[in-house]
């Protein structure tokens, strides 16, 4: 069964960094594309930015490039999100998924970049960037 945990989260200030983990469990991170998704109260689910299981490449939202970073560990099996400059607009419940296929530059901003493109999902962490 796949199984991800997301975590990591918390209180950081305007300007802060921090860094999220998904541990990645029943299945082996390399074999598989794992996105970092995020949702603000009353907006709708956005796409962070993904790494691809084909060549571990990354591929980030515009908002987001520059300041936050996707890479992966296999021998932990966890792929992790590091953020810096953050900003209030930041905030919001951070979450990963995963589907064992491979993104491609094209494919991360035509389809992979939309929630229903992920197969599996685990639970959130939130982030908060206030003073």
């Known amino acids: 069964e796949v199984q991800l945990q997301a975590s990591g989260g918390g209180l950081v200030q305007p300007g802060g960094s921090l860094r999220l983990s998904c541990a990645a469990s029943g299945f082996t991170i390399s074999d598989y594309s794992i996105a970092w998704f995020r949702q603000a109260p009353g907006k709708e689910r956005e796409g962070v930015g993904c790494?691809?299981?084909?060549?571990?490449?990354?591929y980030y939202a515009d908002s987001v490039k520059g300041r936050f970073t996707i890479s992966s560990d296999n021998a932990k099996n966890t792929v992790y999100l590091q953020m810096i400059n953050l900003k209030p607009e930041d905030t919001a419940v951070y979450y990963c998924?995963?589907?064992?296929?491979?993104?491609?530059?094209?494919?991360?901003?035509?389809?992979?970049?939309?929630?229903?493109?992920?197969?599996?999902w685990g639970q959130g962490t939130q982030v908060t960037v206030s003073s």
């Open positions: 998924a995963a589907r064992r296929r491979e993104v491609s530059n094209n494919s991360w901003y035509h389809k992979a970049f939309r929630p229903d493109w992920w197969n599996d």
């Open positions: 790494i691809s299981n084909s060549d571990r490449s990354t």
